[in-house]
């Protein structure tokens, strides 16, 4: 958490107000009770409507010894439950540990593990895919676990409707308490767990829904995993409901799906990713759906090249906004008053003021104005370490506290900033953020697989996408076994090596380290 002296600035400038989460939605309801606050297909909820709900639910969940200080993994998609159990969680201090949909049985025994989490929630089937054998797994291996609730049919678990009851006084949680943790990319391994505050994440989110110009008649529509900072506090779904707006879910961003919601709902605003975006601007060409209601497109989670970002006002007749961000705190957006020029080839300045960033060199040096280097900054709304991590966080961010981002970055005078490429082992893969060290180390158990290296290669559509080089023990492994063998072992599928190269040695570095780049250069070739 922030020194002292730093929290009492933050509070000074009127960053961090007291607000607690749970509130966002409360004051809605107070205001404006009969206006839409959240739409899930057939289903509307407005505000007072909503707000009851979670606080039957924070009613429901005390009831069954869920208390303040609590972690709950919440495994939902775009669904009104994802929204009303949030609320409801945030109400009573215990806090949602967001999974992503694609996740799996590696990634969430982890969350559970790590978090100790006392409570573990999902649909019974999305996508095709039935999560209640996945939570019977996943609670065989997780001591602390001791509700699976089920929204939909609960099968041998509790179902997620049946825990509400006659609202209850509920507790005051500290603002300056954890409200909810965020999972990171993940620059090492196994992804780490962001703590996020009531302070600075309701400062996130209103800050982001300004400078968004977020109001009353927002329709925003969710498309992305609400699970993931973007669309749900950049502004997303929780900004739009703080501004008085109304949130659209959607589980499929699929303009074949998106679209007539658009069209139905009028919708205004939405988030997408650049692959997306492509998408999008393909479609718009040929659909007969009238998506004019649109007003603002925002595009971010990977870099948005600046032939598409021209093409967003003209084909799709709604303005641009760049969101550069991560799921540890800074929000870089371009501005309504930016030129056209920032906004197709910038991914925007930062959101606060007060956040401090720095550009450095591989030694730690600023470089000069101008010049690219990594990108570090800390702030009101960045974290200042990962959830019990202390070995990464000595590594992840300096003495005094600016979170390493692993960005190549440089900026202009104006103090827009320019995502060159990254340090970090990540690959983008369509704004998914896939851990190479994890990736390889699930290679690495594959009995016939002596060495691995995971590398991305560039994708017109994707951004990015994967490719593991494997050296052999005996016979060498095919791509179908070893995607089967990685799903076996319970990894989202969206960080299965999309090719598969086998080789006899490996290029090294002059110290002697695998070359990632020599075997990039191979897999683009
Ligand atoms: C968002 O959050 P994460 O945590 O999934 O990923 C963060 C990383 C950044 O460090 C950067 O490497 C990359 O994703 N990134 C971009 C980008 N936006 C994110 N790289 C280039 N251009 C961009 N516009 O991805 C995220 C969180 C909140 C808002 C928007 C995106």
């Not at 540990?97 to 999305?126: F, G, K, Q, T, W």
Request: net charge negative.
């Amino acid at each position: 958490m922030w020194p002292e002296a730093f929290a009492a600035r933050y509070r000074e400038r009127g960053y961090w107000t007291g607000t607690v989460l749970g509130d966002v939605l409360r004051r809605g309801a107070g205001r404006h009770p009969r206006r839409t606050a959240l739409v899930d297909g057939d289903r509307r909820y407005d505000y007072a409507a909503l707000d009851a709900w979670a606080d039957r639910t924070a009613a429901g969940l005390l009831g069954i010894g869920i208390a303040a200080g609590d972690n709950v993994v919440v495994h939902l998609p775009n669904t009104a439950e994802f929204v009303s159990l949030s609320f409801a969680l945030f109400r009573i201090g215990a806090r949602p540990v967001y999974a992503l949909p694609a996740h799996r049985r590696s990634e969430i025994a982890h969350m559970c593990a790590v978090s100790e989490a006392v409570a573990y929630v999902i649909p019974d089937r999305h996508a095709g895919y039935d999560f209640r054998g996945l939570a019977a797994e996943v609670r065989a291996e997780a001591p602390a676990l001791r509700h699976v609730l089920v929204a939909g049919d609960p099968g041998p678990f509790t179902a997620l409707s049946d825990v509400g009851a006659d609202p209850v006084p509920l507790p005051d949680p500290d603002p300056s308490s954890v409200a909810l943790f965020l999972l990171s990319g993940g620059t090492t391994g196994l992804p780490k767990l962001i703590p996020r505050t009531h302070d600075d994440y309701a400062y996130n989110l209103r800050a982001s829904a300004e400078v968004t110009g977020l109001g009353e008649d927002t329709v925003y529509l969710a498309a992305l995993p609400v699970a993931h900072n973007f669309p749900l506090a950049c502004p997303g779904v929780l900004g739009t409901l703080h501004a008085g707006g109304t949130v659209v879910l959607t589980a499929s961003p699929s303009p074949a799906d998106a679209f007539p919601l658009i069209e139905r709902e009028r919708v205004t605003v939405t988030a997408l990713v650049p692959a997306l975006a492509l998408l999008w601007l393909e479609a718009a060409k040929a659909t007969r759906r009238d998506v004019s209601s649109l007003r603002l497109l925002q595009v971010g989670g990977a870099k948005l090249k600046e032939g598409p970002a021209r093409r967003v006002a003209p084909e799709l007749g709604c303005a641009l906004q760049q969101v550069f961000g991560m799921a540890e705190g800074l929000l870089c957006y371009t501005r309504g008053d930016d030129s056209d020029e920032v906004v197709a080839t910038t991914q925007g300045r930062p959101l606060c003021p007060d956040d401090e960033v720095r550009i450095v060199d591989a030694d730690g040096v600023d470089v000069e104005p101008g010049a690219t280097g990594q990108l570090l900054t800390r702030g009101p709304y960045t974290l200042r370490g990962y959830h019990r991590a202390p070995e990464h966080n000595a590594r992840a961010f300096t003495d005094d506290g600016f979170y390493l981002t692993g960005d190549l970055v440089r900026a202009l005078p104006s103090g827009h900033l320019v995502v060159e490429g990254r340090v970090k082992e990540v690959i983008n893969r369509a704004g998914e953020k896939v851990s190479t060290e994890e990736v390889e180390g699930h290679l690495l158990a594959h009995p016939a697989v002596h060495d691995a290296a995971l590398v991305g290669v560039p994708d017109d559509l994707l951004g990015e996408r994967s490719c593991a080089f494997v050296l052999p023990r005996g016979a060498a492994p095919s791509h179908a076994e070893l995607t089967a063998f990685l799903r076996d072992r319970g990894l989202a599928d969206y960080k299965l090596p999309d090719r598969v190269e086998v080789l006899t040695a490996f290029p090294y570095t002059a110290v002697g380290k695998v070359s990632k780049k020599a075997l990039a250069r191979r897999a683009a070739d």
